[in-house]
């Protein structure tokens, strides 16, 4: 594999679990407020 | 009484307890004689191979058994309510700590000098500056008590106990594992003075968790 | 006060994209192959930041955890603060530790070395694994909390040691000379302003995530609590029904 080849496996790699990561606190944070009141503490974006 | 009184009180409930069940002697201790005679199935004992590395898998040996003996030190303070009776007997958590540790240390000291034993048997292992090893030896299972005992209180009374106190023990012990074997391979090549640093670290890894325990261990033997 | 923390949260979120837009732009395309390494010198762009993200993670954690056991700072507050900081420690740890294998691969030619970086590294995310797995047993906020707060601490006063052990040991076998002087090579021009970019782009990042995270275990606490007061006055609610 050429250097190029480990640069971007690595960069995109990265991107991936980031993006991943990201993705799971969303949706998780979405499930939460919807199970709460609206005039719970925590809300916000 | 004295701190030292009620440690030793705890250490020899726990030796009595080890004692009538000689679960160590009957479980523990032959459970690290396999794992040395797999490591010969592993590693081929034709190759010279043993001897240089016996020091690591003598090392490693003691580990897996001293994770079965820390285990089942918290194992015996689950049944028959002693972990309450233990809360309100009034003794000092450290002292419990202590006594804890102390057992435990114990225990492993006599497995070691069987597993040494074993070693030298097995591996064809020849034995020099005796002085040397037995120090580090001694501070090393010091050591791998004390830090066991603080995270056997962490994990006890968990369902989860028997996975999460090996994660969570085997990285902290780390350095346990390299000084314990430097300091015996430095012994065992002739080299005595190579062993001081490592026996150094050694201290310094028990210091801290010794002092860790003695101020952890009773508010975490407070908690349900 | 929502309203405002609404606003962080974006300004936050926005800052961080940006930086990491300008990440990408220095590291993958203005700035120059290194004089040694070639192309592979990118992969330091992302390795290094991810490194001190690991530590920066692992710092708020000890901190945090030390500021939950002392009695006249105790606040559930830091106990939350500590187990978001940690999942996200662990995110870039084992980040750290697979970009160092891609990076060590084409510079090095191997995808692993037993220096004192490395295995503290890895030592450090098997003690946030443990961390984190000891977190996720139930029980009551207060006794997981400071049960957590000790884990943490007991973790973070060996990871010094288990550092300056390997690097005796590396030392005393004299190996390693060659990696040393690589990892630390002075860096000049636009390779030090990607670098940079990448520090910044991260640090915005775990502040953005750690935010994220904080604010979802708020959340998840309080669903907890709610349910297991919905359980406890159905049970109540059954125990009056019940005829004397």
Known sequence: ?????????????????????VGRLWSRSRRARRLLPPDEPGGGS | MTLLRQALLVAGKDLRIEVRSRVALNQVLPFAGVVLLLFAFALDPDRGLLPR?????????????????????????????????????????????CGKAMAVAAQLLALEVILGFGVVVL?????????????????????????????????????????????????????????????????????????????????????IYVTMGWLAFGPLLEET | MRFWARRGTVVLGGLTAASLVVLVVLGLFVSDPDFQQGDAVRLMYLHVPAAWVSYLAYGVTSLASALYLWKRTRAQAWDTLAGASAEIGVLFTGLTLVLGSLWGRPVWNVWWAWDARIVST????????????????????????????????????DVPVVHFSVEWWRTLHQKGTVFDRELNPAIEGNLAWALLSGVVAFTLLYLYLLERRYRLAVMEEAIEGRALDAAIAERRAEADVVPV
């Open chain 1, 1 to 21: 594999m050429t250097d190029a080849g480990y640069v971007i496996g690595g960069w995109t790699l990265t991107g991936v679990a980031i993006a991943g990561y």
């Open chain 2, 53 to 97: 590395v016996a020091p690591g898998l003598f090392w490693v040996a003691v580990l897996l058994a001293g994770l079965l003996a820390l285990s089942r030190a918290f194992a015996v303070e689950g049944e028959n309510g002693v972990r309450d009776a233990l809360r309100l007997s009034g003794l000092d958590g450290a002292a419990v700590f």
């Open chain 2, 123 to 207: 591996y064809d292992l020849h034995l020099h500056n005796l002085g040397v090893v037995v120090a580090a030896s001694l501070i090393a299972t010091a050591g791998l008590a004390a830090a066991g005992t603080v995270y056997g209180v962490l994990a006890a009374g968990l369902r989860v106990r028997e996975t999460l106190f090996p994660l969570l023990v085997l990285p902290v012990v780390a350095p346990v594992m390299l000084g314990a074997t430097r300091a015996w391979e430095a012994a065992l090549s002739g080299a005595p003075s190579e062993a001081w640093p490592w026996v150094q670290l050694l201290v310094v890894f028990c210091v």
């Open chain 3, 122 to 157: 890895a030592v450090l995310f098997f003690l946030y694994l443990g961390y984190l797995a000891l977190r996720k047993v139930p029980a009551d906020p207060a006794v997981r909390a400071r049960r957590s707060a000790i884990a943490a601490l007991a973790a973070f006063v």
